[in-house]
């Protein structure tokens, strides 16, 4: 098997310089040999996903957090090259949302021995996503919510100032007239202080805004609370934090293959945390666009057994899986 394993060596709450003896010696138990290739802050890893499957990789691995696998999968896109993941970030909502365990021995022996099964991508104007686009209040935060996170690390000032910025932010945030054009035809208008549009059910600090979202149907699906208070807006992702649904009257909630948003005046669109611009922006659902490994119902329930696990497993992924020819 031709592989490359992709390697983000800062992932995580805590540095573990026994990494990528572990991690290596845990795809050799299963015997997988891997030329490993480390990110860096110049290389994301999509360039390096890139050229391994033009290069006739088989199978691109990917040990980091939720940033670094989403810049891999950006690199495979529309290839027949496969990605496997192996969680090592502080939220992992990509794995919780594919069923991959955070166990490295575990996850690797969904590598091994699960299915791979093609998933959908989102694309908002050029930019592909795994999670979400948000549009308008959240897009606005998300650049504080990275200086605090950073600033955490080395600089607590700077952290400080930019919490009370985020703050202040979200005080003075009004809500904005929004235009929504749904598959090209139908037209939706409203107030909001924001639009998400999620092609996974998780993302962020683990927000669970459309619990029911799947990465294999096809559809993205879009959620808003009409004319909301802050107040609404507070309790609305305190609920999605905790994995429940706020039920709200004005919680709108579509499933669409792709939506056109626009906006009185422009608003701030990030996809998966990265700034992309303004409105208008065209987001849409790219079917089948990328390979990956996923556990088998059989896989689930065994590693349920090995945690003690007695509620059933969710049932895998296993819809138009690669057939066994091509692995």
Known sequence: MNTVLIVNPTSGPDENSQLLPDLTHALQIQGIYAEVCTTTPDEDGSGLAAAAAKAGASLVIVAGGDGTIEAVAHGLVHSQTALGIIPLGTRNNIAASLDIPTDMAQAVQVVAEGDRTQFDMGKANNHYFMEVVGIGLEASLFPHGDEVK????????????????????????????????????????????????????????????????????????????????????????????????????????????AVEVRSYPPLEVHA????????????????????????????????????????????????????????
């Open 272 to 327: 998966d945390g990265e700034s992309i611009g303004t409105t208008p922006v065209v987001v849409e659902v790219i079917p089948h666009a990328i390979w990956i490994c996923v556990p088998t119902p059989e896989l689930l329930a065994t590693f349920d057994e090995a945690t003690g696990t007695t509620e059933p497993a969710q049932d895998a992924k296993t819809s138009n899986k690669m057939p066994f020819s091509q692995r």
């Open 150 to 257: 950073e600033g955490i690390k080395s600089n607590y000032l700077r952290a400080l100032r930019n919490m009370f910025l985020g703050i202040k932010t979200f005080l003075q945030f009004r809500q904005h007239r929004l235009v929504l054009r749904f598959d090209g035809r139908k037209l939706r208008r409203l107030r909001a202080l924001q639009v998400n549009i999620c092609n996974s059910p998780r993302y962020g600090v683990e927000f669970a805004l459309a619990p029911e979202a799947k990465m294999d149907d096809g559809k993205l699906d879009l959620i808003y609370i009409e004319k909301p208070s802050k107040w609404d807006h507070l309790r609305h992702f305190f609920a999605a934090m905790r994995g429940n649904q706020l039920l709200h009257n004005r919680l709108k909630m579509y499933q669409t293959a």
